[in-house]
C-alpha cells in the first residue's frame, strides 16, 4: 500500500483481499476490515472491478469504495474511506 507499511498492513493478521465468484468478498488491511459489494464496470479505460464496503477501522465503522484490475496473478487497485483517506494497493495471489 502506498500509504501503510507491511507492518501496519500485517499487524493484525496477513493483510488480505478476498474476491468471491458470487461478487462479495472481503478485506483485512491492518486494524482495517471490511465486506465488499462488487461489481464489474468499464469506464472507458477497460473493466475494472468496482467495490463499495462496509466495516470496520480499529473497532469504529467505516466504509468506502475502491476497485482493481487483475492481470494474471496480480491485482492493482484503490481504497477509499468515506469522508477520509485513500491508498492504492497491489496484491498478489496466493493460490
Not at 8 to 28: A, N, P, S
Not at 33 to 48: F, N, S, V, W, Y
Amino acid at each position: 500500500m502506498d500509504q501503510w507499511d507491511q507492518d501496519f498492513v500485517d499487524l493484525v493478521t496477513t493483510g488480505h483481499v478476498t474476491i468471491r465468484k458470487d461478487g462479495t468478498g472481503g478485506f483485512q488491511l491492518g486494524a482495517v476490515q471490511g465486506e465488499m459489494d462488487c461489481r464489474i464496470e468499464d469506464l472507458g479505460a477497460g473493466p475494472l472491478l468496482g467495490f463499495t464496503w462496509d466495516g470496520s477501522d480499529e473497532c469504529d465503522p467505516a466504509s468506502g469504495r475502491g476497485w482493481v484490475k487483475v492481470k494474471g496473478n496480480q491485482m492493482d487497485g484503490h481504497l477509499f474511506f468515506h469522508l477520509g483517506d485513500d491508498s492504492a494497493f497491489t496484491a498478489k495471489r496466493l493460490k
